[in-house]
């Protein structure tokens, strides 16, 4: 899925082929079809580089860069899924510790 992402993210920049993509912090939600919070870095019109800016990605809605007013409703579903990701993490915790 993070392909995907990066391949629609290439699609959306001025100078693809200069696009430095950082992901140690993306996360992957296969079955909602997001891909959040992953970085990437390219050049813009000028061939100068941009300083990395945050992605997202939704199937079937393509990317969008953290500057793009259109991403608001992609970065509230990933906002929601790292929530619910959090939440099931910390209840695992629990149950592991016997505190549940």
């Known amino acids: 899925m993070i392909d ?4 629609a993210v290439l699609r959306a920049l001025k100078d693809p082929d200069s696009a430095k993509f950082e ?4 996360h992957a939600f ?8 992953g970085q990437v870095n390219s ?9 990395s800016q945050a992605y997202y990605y ?12 259109a991403a608001i409703p992609v970065i509230e ?7 619910e990701s959090a939440a099931a993490v910390r209840a695992e915790a629990e149950r592991l510790s016997g505190k549940s």
């Not at 050049?43 to 300083?51: A, Q």
């Not at 579903?77 to 929530?83: E, Q």
Request: negative net charge; glycine residues 16%.
């Open 43 to 51: 050049k813009n019109s000028f061939g100068g580089y941009t300083g």
């Open 23 to 26: 992901d140690r912090l993306t």
């Open 4 to 7: 995907e992402a990066h391949a």
């Open 30 to 37: 296969p079955k909602r079809g997001l891909v959040c919070g």
């Open 77 to 83: 579903a990933c906002t929601a899924a790292l929530s």
């Open 58 to 69: 939704k199937q079937g809605e393509g990317a969008f860069l953290d500057e793009d007013s």
